[in-house]
């Protein structure tokens, strides 16, 4: 089974700075997503990739970046944080050989202050 | 509006009894996937599905693409359902996945 793993799994951080939530997934998928998950909203998509070197805008990537290095990891890059982002965020790989199965992390708690 | 919208949003299911969650679709979905969020958080892939049906154990899923609709039936609940049921839809194979709101199921013993 897939095996994704974020970090970290919980963070504080204030208004207005940096914050990198991060993704690694071991079983050479194609397809990483992040999404954010609030009350009343379901899973929302922010960000995700086919794969190394590409990234592409999900529903709601306003306030954030996005970055696939390799086809392991696929960082959340929030450059200036604010209370709204406030949320729990989630990390998916899936291969379009499995049809695209997703698998998720555990979870980022973040809470901007 | 919702592309995805479930029902129940919620409901409470006596340990032991069946249940049917359903997911409609305003969207030309042309597959879906039914996940399982259990109550420490961790999102579990429970089905993927095209046009048709499957089954593992006490789940079962159909997925009618002509009428936009998918359901997951749960036969004889287990305490160990609870939590809420997600379903997700994608437009072509591939695609992003856009989710519905979610079910969340508790089961009472």
């Known amino acids: 089974e897939a095996a994704v793993t974020q970090s970290p799994r919980n963070k504080v951080a204030v208004t207005g700075g940096k914050v990198t939530l991060s993704c690694n997934q071991t079983n050479n998928h194609n397809n990483m997503y992040w999404y954010r998950q609030d009350t009343g909203h379901g899973l929302r998509l922010i960000h995700y990739?086919?794969?190394?070197?590409?990234?592409e805008k999900g529903d709601i990537p306003d306030g954030y970046k996005a970055s696939r290095p390799s086809q392991e990891n696929f960082s959340l890059i929030l450059e200036l944080a604010t209370p709204s982002q406030t949320s729990v965020y989630f990390c998916?790989?899936?291969?379009?050989?499995?049809?695209?199965?997703?698998?998720f992390g555990e979870g980022s708690r973040l809470i901007v202050v | 509006g919702d592309k995805v919208k479930q029902s129940p949003s919620a409901l409470s299911l006596q340990e032991g009894t069946n249940s049917a969650l359903r997911c409609n679709f305003s969207i030309a979905a042309t597959t879906v996937q039914w996940f399982l969020q259990n109550p420490r958080g961790s999102l579990i892939n429970l089905f993927y599905l095209v046009p048709g049906t499957k089954e593992n154990g006490r789940l079962k899923s159909a997925f009618d693409s002509k009428e936009s609709y998918s359901t997951l039936h749960i036969r004889d609940a287990q305490l160990e359902d609870s939590g809420t049921y997600f379903c997700a839809a994608e437009v072509y194979a591939g695609a992003k996945l856009t989710f519905g709101g979610g079910t969340r199921l508790t089961v009472r013993p």
């Open positions: 990739s086919y794969g190394a070197g590409s990234t």
């Open positions: 998916a790989s899936g291969a379009r050989d499995t049809g695209n199965t997703l698998y």
